[in-house]
């Protein structure tokens, strides 16, 4: 044993310190035994022949259990003290070490330690311990919804995709995971776009019956940059469109998904939302379904883009978006091309008039006008290296400059949005 007997002292050669606390040491031995202490004590480094060497980024407890397993074989370990001997070992790259640590985080994982685990895992690239403890974060997930939610939300990235690629998790329906995953994102973000939808691939959504998903409105107060959730509307519906007729909200057309299989039925049902009682009231159907239309208010008048037939756009378009602004109608953008390019309506002359496009190709997105006649386009999608990602930008069109510019960012990406301007009484 390294401190044995004064006399195995004085042999020592080298002394290691960390925290504080030194450590007599044998530097033959360490190069034998530690590829960090082989190239730390080679024939051209200052610490070949150097009588002390500090090493900070470990703690003595760290240090000491694997300069006893160097010198012993027996490495002591207990969950309390796992993270800091995991750390001396990949520092040090004691590589039997690390092993030993591994077999002991796999043997015994459990429901109050398996996130513990696997983020620690995760962190020392201890791949066996990582793939055990994803495992069991999965077969007991029920569990932690219940008493650990909070540790859930603190889990490493891989971990959580791993656990929702999971092809049984017992006890635990798709909804409660997407609205885990919805909260982890809360709590983790803002993360790339990229890698929010990898993790939002992970999820299952046809396994979830329309009922479970929220399908509410939010409303956003500018004074204090704040959402706040609203009452659901009385259909579930995408691709639709919002508009305002003398302070009161109507949704109109859309289509939702068929009770009995997997396919969409477009919507003639409109309806309103009503300020007093904070609750949507039914409204006079169009004359026909509709979904990926159009929708803007002009002169206390609706202007979906097909009941009356007026001059046509120069581009056919799908899943774009209707503004009005000192008098005239804008079209933008669209899910197919060219969802770049902006044109503008006189009513008057009953012509189509082009305008600078948007520098990137943008669809499913939230838009309003402002009372100064800009326009506001909240999310959305857009092509990113062949994939459809979602944005969390607030876009500022100012239609007098013909210009746009960033002004905010939403809570999270959303996409399939629709929002809209109701001025409140003071």
């Given at each position: 044993k390294r401190d044995g007997s004064q006399g195995c002292v004085d042999?020592?050669?080298v002394v290691l310190e960390a925290g504080g606390v030194s450590f007599p040491c044998h530097r033959s031995?360490?190069?034998s035994s530690s590829?960090?202490?082989?190239a730390l004590f080679g024939e051209t480094t200052a610490e070949r022949s150097a009588d002390s060497i500090r090493l900070p980024a470990l703690t003595p407890e760290g240090l000491e259990a694997i300069l006893d397993f160097l010198y012993s074989g027996w490495l002591s370990i207990s969950s309390s003290t796992l993270p800091v001997v995991v750390e001396a070992a990949?520092?040090?790259q004691v590589e039997a070490a690390l092993s030993i640590c591994e077999r002991f985080m796999?043997?015994?994982l459990t429901a109050d330690n398996c996130c513990y685990y696997a983020n620690l895992a995760e962190q020392h690239f201890l791949l066996n311990a990582l793939e055990a403890a994803n495992q069991t974060i999965a077969k007991k997930m029920s569990v932690l919804l219940q008493k650990s939610r909070v540790v859930l939300l603190g889990l490493n990235f891989p971990s959580l995709m791993a656990v929702l690629d999971a092809d049984e998790i017992p006890g635990v329906k798709e909804v409660d995971l997407i609205?885990?995953?919805?909260?982890w994102l809360d709590e983790n973000g803002p993360l790339p776009l990229l890698k929010s939808n990898l993790l939002l691939s992970r999820l299952r959504f046809g396994l979830v019956a329309p009922s479970e998903l929220s399908g509410l409105f939010w409303r956003y107060d500018p004074r204090f940059n704040h959402w706040k959730q609203m009452e659901s509307m009385l259909e579930r519906r995408v691709q639709f469109t919002l508009c305002v007729v003398e302070d009161v909200i109507y949704a109109i057309g859309g289509r939702q998904s068929h009770p009995n299989s997997m396919t969409y039925i477009s919507l003639a049902y409109v309806?309103?939302?009503d300020m007093a009682s904070g609750a949507w009231r039914r409204a006079a159907a169009m004359p026909y379904p509709l979904h990926g239309h159009a929708s803007t208010v002009l002169d206390k008048s609706i202007y979906p883009t097909v009941w009356e037939k007026r001059a046509s756009m120069s581009i056919p378009r799908f899943g774009h978006r209707l503004a009005t602004a000192h008098g005239y109608i804008y079209a933008l953008l669209g899910m197919y091309e060219q969802f770049c390019d902006i044109e503008r309506y006189d009513p008057q002359s009953n012509h189509w008039t082009r305008l600078k496009p948007l520098a990137n190709g943008l669809f499913n997105y939230g838009m309003l006008t402002m009372a100064g006649g800009n326009l506001l386009v909240f999310g959305?999608?857009?092509w990113s290296d062949g994939q459809q990602v979602t944005v969390r930008n607030v876009l500022e069109y100012d239609t007098k400059k013909d210009q746009w510019r960033e002004i905010a960012q939403l809570p999270r990406p959303l996409t399939g949005t629709e929002c809209t301007l109701l001025p409140l009484p003071d």
């Open positions: 042999m020592c050669d031995l360490l190069a590829d960090y202490f082989w990949r520092y040090l796999a043997d015994g609205r885990l995953s919805l909260d309806e309103y939302y959305g999608r857009r």
